[in-house]
């Protein structure tokens, strides 16, 4: 690699701060397309961050149950919980994965508007937390969940850009909850084991700009190809589309992204 991997997710963040150019990429299944430069993901992230601490109390070390259907609003929104130090834990949107202790569990809405079941159940204590899937969502249209449910599209543009908490998350603390680690990774880990998911696939990348990483569930593998290729300097494009042979339009769409598959 032509620079170091940065050691933790807020300083990938520093990294990807001043950036213009694209550094996720977004193709939905009924046509959407989102692109988002290094300097608007950051400030998603940042947002994302200042809300789970002004809003829902968090503190680094607590626990984020996030539904995990691909989508680029649920991983920022998972760069966020990173950023302030919590712990992300995925869990299945048609499911009761969230567990007593989450201190937040968020969800994306369904293609047809709907909620997850996820966010029905969350436990005592956690806030459930609506992912709108429209990019320029202000809002989620519908009705929220019982008990004291947050909009997170309602709400997030309103926090601060830039956030001025946690400069370094316990290396030692949990971050992302993996049955593969048999337990959670810590902040400390998870740009070294990202790194190790990448190495020795610089070389046939090539000039890729952007690199595909595939798969409609954020597994924590999923998430660890993620950062991956972020502090690897490429942009990452992930989508809900079949994106195999079934769907005969791909590959000129990866062609007009200059990226490659993971």
């Known amino acids: ?62 626990v984020v149950a996030l539904g995990d259907e691909v989508h680029w609003r649920s991983l920022a929104v998972a760069l966020g919980t990173w950023t302030m130090g919590a712990a992300l834990r995925p869990v299945a949107p048609s499911g009761d994965g969230a ?56 709400e997030v543009r309103a926090h601060a850009d830039v956030y001025l908490g946690l400069e370094e998350p316990d290396p030692d603390g949990p971050a992302l ?11 400390g880990r998870l740009l070294p084991d990202a790194a190790e998911l990448v190495s020795g696939r610089e070389q046939v990348w090539g000039g890729a700009a952007a690199v595909h990483v595939p798969g409609r569930r954020m597994d924590a593998e999923h998430l660890l190809r993620v950062l991956g290729v972020l502090a690897g300097g490429r942009a990452v494009v992930v989508t809900d589309r079949a994106a195999d042979a079934s769907d005969g339009s791909w590959p000129s769409v990866l062609a007009a992204e200059n990226a490659v598959t993971f």
């Open 177 to 187: 909850w993996s049955p593969a680690a048999d337990g959670s990774v810590g902040h």
């Open 99 to 154: 567990l007593p202790g989450d201190r937040a569990v968020a969800g994306l809405v369904d293609a047809r508007g709907e909620l997850p079941p996820l966010l029905g159940r969350a436990p005592s204590g956690a806030r459930a937390v609506v992912l709108d899937r429209p990019a320029l969502s202000l809002g989620y249209r519908g009705e929220l969940p019982g008990g004291d449910a947050l909009d997170y599209c309602a």
């Open 1 to 62: 690699m032509d620079t170091p991997f940065p050691t933790s997710v807020p300083r990938l963040m520093d990294r990807l701060r001043p950036s213009a150019h694209p550094a996720l990429i977004w193709y939905g299944q009924d046509g959407e397309r989102v692109e988002l430069s290094g300097r608007v993901l950051d400030n998603w992230a940042a947002k994302t961050a200042n809300l789970w601490v002004d809003e829902l109390d968090l503190q680094a070390g607590d």
